[in-house]
């Protein structure tokens, strides 16, 4: 599935050329792709990328084919893989372990070929192996996941006793109630009406929730802002309590008007993640691991690649949590 030129729109089931193994990479079949909201802005040409691209960058897959100078993985073991493709290695983020932030860094899913296709090309260097009994298809979540511990973890931002409000019930949403949980918080997940799917979900998983006219909780210690809207930006700015903390994780896509003086009156401190670490991606694993995150409970549906626009479009209407493209159905 490509973008194949830049503005809105111009996203097709399109023939692209098989990845070639090179050294230092490996082919993977792709078992599961999530949909992800840098997808929604990627087909709104509000996310940079240079098309014609294979899109999409969360991803649980198989190796397939392995490289020259590749030591630690063989054909058949079941990973998920980080997203950077390639980054310059000498700037002083990338000294400092820190490759989201390298400026030229190249993901896949935006400037080089995606885990919406059948195989994709992955560096060796970003793979994970994944437990045999995780479903594979729930594992392309640890991507996600793996963002969220970035902007949670590191460094730690919840603790033992904080009250958590998180904003926004989609899958980022619920991953980083259960982080926060899993640093001795308690979270209480808040949405819209039209949210009531997902809300339910994150009963299921042991969280309060709210919505609508129903009050958020206010005077919080720690607010995770998971909608990218700009209401949900407002009330987590809202939310917390004096010398307290907001953390962005949500993208709004563009410009918003929110009441930042709150973080001057309350002297906040405003934190956010961008994208994933190398170090977030093995804490992400060690939740997964242990059980403090589960991941299959949110995958709503399983869809075939060729169905790409109702998942797109089920993503987009927040009809379920998390969306799987699967190109071998």
């Known amino acids: 599935m490509t973008k194949t030129a830049s503005g809105a729109g111009n996203v097709a089931l399109t023939a692209r050329p098989e990845p070639v193994l090179r050294p230092g990479h490996v082919v993977l079949d792709v078992v599961g792709a999530g ?150 918080g308690t979270a209480h997940v808040r949405g819209t009406p039209r949210d009531e799917a997902r809300l339910s979900k994150a009963r299921e998983l042991g969280f309060e929730t709210s919505a609508g006219d129903e009050p958020a909780p206010a005077d919080v210690d720690v607010v995770v802002e998971c909608s990218g809207s700009t209401a949900g930006i407002a009330l987590a700015l809202e939310a917390a309590a004096r010398d307290r903390r907001v953390v962005q994780v949500g993208l709004a896509g563009k410009w918003v008007s929110i009441p930042f003086d709150l973080v001057c009156y309350r002297e906040l401190t405003v934190t956010g993640g961008n994208a994933s670490t190398p170090p977030s991606w093995r804490r992400a694993l060690e939740l997964v691991g242990r059980h403090a995150v589960e991941l299959e409970p949110l995958v709503t549906e399983v869809i075939p690649l060729v169905e790409w626009e109702r998942a797109f479009q089920a993503t987009r209407e927040a009809s379920g949590i998390k969306f799987v493209l699967d190109p071998s159905l």
């Open 35 to 184: 949909i992800c909201g840098t997808d929604l802005h990627i087909w709104d040409d509000e996310f940079p990328t240079d098309p014609p691209v294979t899109m999409g960058h969360e991803l649980s897959g198989v190796v397939r084919e392995v490289g020259e100078g590749v030591d630690g993985w063989t054909p058949g073991d079941r990973v998920v893989s980080e997203t950077y493709f390639s980054t310059c290695g000498s700037c002083e983020w990338c000294r400092a372990g820190r490759l989201n932030l390298c400026p030229d860094r190249r993901s896949i899913g935006s400037r080089e070929d995606g885990a919406f296709a059948a195989r994709v090309l992955v560096p060796a260097r970003g793979l994970h192996r994944i437990p045999d009994w995780l479903d594979g298809h729930a594992a392309s979540l640890a991507e996600p996941l793996a963002c969220v511990c970035n902007c949670l973890l590191d460094p730690q931002v919840v603790g033992e006793g904080d009250r958590v409000l998180v904003v926004g019930p989609g899958p980022v949403g619920l991953l980083a109630a259960q982080v926060a949980r899993a640093s001795g």
